[in-house]
Every structure is written in C-alpha cells, then in structure tokens.
C-alpha cells in the first residue's frame, strides 16, 4: 500500500506562486511516474501534469504549461509542483498521484491518489 500527502496549498491573488509537495511511502516509487491532477468545483477531475521515473522528463496540460514545473527525488520519495503566474482558473484541489505510464493523462492510469490539497486563487 502506498501513501501520498500533499502540503503546500493555500489562498494567492493571481499572479503569485505556490508550491505544492508531495510525500510518499510505502513503497519504492522511483520506477514509477508520478503527476499530479485537479478538481474544481462542479467540474471533473483533470490532468495538470507528469514525470517519468527518469526525470526531467515531464509533460504539461496545456492550460498550465509555461507556468507550473513538476519536478522529483526519488531518493526521498517526493514530487514537488512548482505553479508560477497563477489565476482564477487554477482554483482546485490538487491531488498527488502515482501512475503506471508517462505522461499519465487519464484517471484510468493513476494507481495511488493522496487526499488532495486546495489551492485558491483570488482574482
């Protein structure tokens, strides 16, 4: 079994930056992709990005590529999400996730979801 907890989410005004963490355990997770996805309200859960096992390999949803950054150590298990230039429409809870392929994308190739984090964004 594998646990993940995010930390890191919080309220910004648009244009700031947060930076979101994520700790697992459980398991070695170095082989495996690790992302991260989000949910706003009324709205289903969606893909904010992934890295491969050989990081820096990563890959961005378009609405925040440019702007956030996915970056890991897998000698400690963590995965970081770095979101810069933030607005509005980033307001989510942000969940940390473990996959089975790279880019992860869908819902249907997360193995592992952590409780999730908000992040809320005034305009």
């Known amino acids: 079994q594998v646990q993940l907890v995010e930390s890191g989410g919080g309220l910004v005004q648009a244009g700031g930056s947060l930076r979101l963490s994520c700790a697992a355990s459980?398991?070695?997770?170095?082989?495996?992709?690790m992302g991260w996805f989000r949910q706003a309200p009324g709205k289903e859960r969606e893909f904010v990005g992934s890295?491969?096992?050989?990081?820096?390999?990563?890959y961005y949803a378009d609405s925040v590529k440019g702007r956030f950054t996915i970056s890991r150590d897998n000698a400690k298990s963590t995965v970081s999400l770095q979101m810069n230039s933030l607005k509005p429409e980033d307001t989510a809870v942000y969940y940390c996730?473990?996959?089975?392929?790279?880019?992860?994308?869908?819902?249907?190739?997360?193995?592992?979801w952590g409780q999730g984090t908000q992040v809320t964004v005034s305009s």
């Open positions: 890295i491969d096992w050989s990081s820096p390999s990563t």
């Open positions: 459980g398991r070695t997770l170095s082989n495996y992709p």
């Open positions: 996730v473990v996959g089975s392929t790279h880019p992860i994308l869908v819902a249907a190739r997360v193995w592992y």
